[in-house]
């Protein structure tokens, strides 16, 4: 069973840079398309980007400017830097596995934008 | 971007009935379609991929059909398990979400 696990500040101040990473368990991090995706309180999902670990990268267009995905194969782990942000980037985070779909999650970790 | 509109934005069924939610996409995605079972404060779970395979797990009482713009997720008798919010979302592009249907067992 594979298991995902995010990490990082749960409080970022305005204009910093907010960096998590997800931990995997349970499988290797080869083979796969491994992704961020977040939910701000009350709203809807947004993908926010994608990672394999041949270093095949795809980010949403609309944070692109903004974004920065990395693998660690030796850690079994990814991370999501993301520059910048505001209030409007608080939400929770997601890390999953997608292959298409995203068939397992994280459990989401949430991260609010404050000073 | 790939617009994917959910109707209806909730909806209210009985123990034992069923429901069908819709999922609308602004251009034709084959079958490259998928359906998420979110529950307060919990993560989303993949229910449906492929417009119609039901992911390990899956109760058969779940499930998808459609193609090209237009899905359905139907679940039949319901339980108050079912109780949450349902999203879809395509993979033919660069992934988007619809903006979920809430379903209440009353």
């Known amino acids: 069973q594979v298991h995902l696990q995010e990490s990082g500040p749960g409080q970022v101040k305005p204009s910093e840079t907010l960096s998590l990473t997800c931990s995997v368990s349970?499988?290797?991090?080869?083979?796969?398309?491994w992704s961020w995706i977040r939910q701000p309180p009350g709203k809807g999902l947004e993908w926010i980007g994608y990672?394999?670990?041949?270093?095949?990268?795809n980010y949403n267009p609309s944070l692109k400017s903004r974004v920065t995905m990395s693998v660690d194969t030796s850690k079994n782990q990814f991370s999501l830097n993301l520059d910048s942000v505001t209030a409007a980037d608080t939400a929770v985070y997601y890390c999953?596995?997608?292959?298409?779909?995203?068939?397992?999650w994280g459990q989401g970790t949430l991260v609010t934008v404050s000073s | 971007e790939v617009l994917m509109t959910q109707s209806p934005a909730s909806l209210s069924v009985s123990p034992g009935e069923s429901a069908t939610l819709s999922c609308r996409a602004s251009?034709?995605?084959?079958?490259?379609l998928a359906w998420y079972q979110q529950k307060p404060g919990q993560a989303p779970r993949l229910l449906i991929y492929?417009?119609?395979t039901r992911a390990t797990g899956v109760p058969v009482r779940f499930s998808g059909s459609g193609s090209g713009t237009e899905f359905t997720l139907a679940i039949s008798s319901l339980q108050s398990e079912d109780s949450a919010f349902y999203y879809c979302q395509q993979y033919n592009y660069w992934p988007t979400f619809g903006q979920g249907t809430r379903l209440e067992i009353k």
């Open positions: 349970g499988g290797s991090i080869g083979s796969y398309y």
């Open positions: 999953s596995r997608s292959w298409g779909p995203s068939d397992y």
């Open positions: 492929g417009a119609s």
């Open positions: 251009e034709s995605l084959s079958i490259n």
């Open positions: 990672i394999s670990n041949s270093g095949t990268i």
